[in-house]
């Protein structure tokens, strides 16, 4: 995945189009609020279950891609991160394009495991307006339990297990990964989780700071920890993570911040690997 360009013309049409209907950008939540929880689902596009691989791949129109993921709590209070995303997608993409035309992103959605019924949900790498469908599709469904934890380390599964990067397997450059959240990850990966979401083996459970050491082969891990969220200014929680990733944790002040962070973010860090 990862052709075409990205075009404020179209994304403009389309918010043009959803607002004259009277449609919200989030079209598959909207529809899953019309049943009956129990129902709901994740977007058959987005559905983890026998993933394979997302790929960032060079093409003739994208010759040095550079692969971006940006995945994101949905539980509580952090349903207001896809909502910041997507109505700031063009100064996020603006920002990043102009330093990096080749880059492809990944946008995805993290909750809770052990109760929700959409734990994890992963789009492709695009580099056109087909990351805005991604976007939309994604359930924002509130869930998580009520224990300050949320399955962070399933999305770093992810990105250990199921992607590959021309980025980094031709050109020695990682990716560059945002987990954005306001709690803490449980610390391990489950077998029955892998199996239930992924529908494949995991024959021992992996603990959380070993998942992360094998995401980091090939990617810049960043957690990013909002402020005015539920959790974004505990100690805990901010503690927890300068723990695993110490400079990799970024606290903003608020989720309006979101796109600014990431696109400053990523273009300092691609720009550091080159120059080495």
């Not at 980091?216 to 969220?229: A, H, L, M, Q, R």
Request: glycine share 10%; net charge negative; charged share 25%.
């Amino acid at each position: 995945m990862g052709d075409g360009k990205w075009s404020i013309d179209a994304y403009d049409a389309a918010q043009r189009y959803r607002a004259e209907r009277g449609q919200s950008a989030f079209g598959h939540s909207d529809e899953m609020r019309r049943l009956s929880r129990h129902q709901w689902h994740v977007h058959q596009a987005l559905d983890p279950i026998g993933l394979g691989f997302r790929e960032s791949r060079d093409s003739a129109e994208h010759p040095e891609s550079v692969a971006i993921a940006v995945l994101f709590d949905v539980t509580g209070s952090m349903q207001l991160v896809p909502r910041e995303l997507q109505a700031r997608l063009p100064n996020l993409l603006g920002t990043i394009t102009e330093h990096l035309p080749h880059a492809q992103i990944l946008f995805g959605a993290i909750g809770d495991a052990t109760c929700d019924r959409a734990p994890l949900q992963i789009g492709q790498f695009e580099s056109d307006n087909r990351m805005d469908e991604d976007l939309r599709r994604i359930l924002l469904e509130g869930g998580g339990g009520s224990n300050m934890g949320e399955s962070y380390e399933l999305a770093f599964y992810f990105l250990a297990k199921h992607t590959r990067l021309d980025c980094f397997t031709k050109r020695g450059v990682r990716g560059i990964a945002f987990v954005i959240g306001d709690e803490t990850a449980y610390p391990a990966v489950k077998g029955h989780e892998v199996a239930s979401l992924f529908g494949e083996g995991l024959p021992n459970d992996i603990r959380l700071e070993e998942i992360l050491r094998q995401a980091k082969v090939s990617w810049d891990i960043n957690f990013v920890i909002p402020g005015g969220t539920s959790h974004g200014r505990d100690q805990f929680v901010t503690g927890f993570w300068y723990k695993l990733l110490d400079d990799r944790v970024i606290e903003i002040d608020d989720v309006s911040q979101i796109c600014e962070t990431i696109a400053l973010t990523v273009v300092d860090r691609v720009m550091s690997q080159r120059a080495r």
